[in-house]
Nanobody, 119 residues
């Protein structure tokens, strides 16, 4: 099992910045990919960004150039630096960890942290 705890959400004005953190514990040796998803009211959960154990990153088109994902393996932590925030970035942001085997992908989720972008 993998436990994920997010922090860093809050209220920010448009154009502002926030940094989310997610600390992993438990069977962290089994994690292949860590990432961030978000879910706005009335919408489906969507991928924001993820990063593999080798450092390969993926970003949603809507956040490219504004958000940066990184990981500190020594601290078992993944970060999401969010700059130039827009009201449409408002959502609950969830940390995700994936354990990928030859037959299945196991997903682990944090409880989420609220990000609100508003003036």
């Amino acid at each position: 099992q993998v436990q994920l705890v997010e922090s860093g959400g809050g209220l920010v004005q448009p154009g502002g910045s926030l940094r989310l953190s997610c600390v992993a514990s438990g069977s962290i040796f089994s994690i292949n990919v860590m990432g961030w998803y978000r879910q706005a009211p009335g919408k489906e959960r969507e991928l924001v960004a993820d990063i593999s154990s080798s450092g390969i990153t993926t970003y949603a088109d809507s956040v490219k150039g504004r958000f940066t994902i990184s990981r500190d393996n020594a601290k078992n932590t993944v970060y999401l630096q969010m700059n130039s925030l827009k009201p449409e970035d408002t959502a609950v942001y969830y940390c995700n960890a994936k354990r990928i085997t030859t037959t299945m992908t196991y997903d682990y989720w944090g409880r989420g942290t609220q990000v609100t972008v508003s003036s």
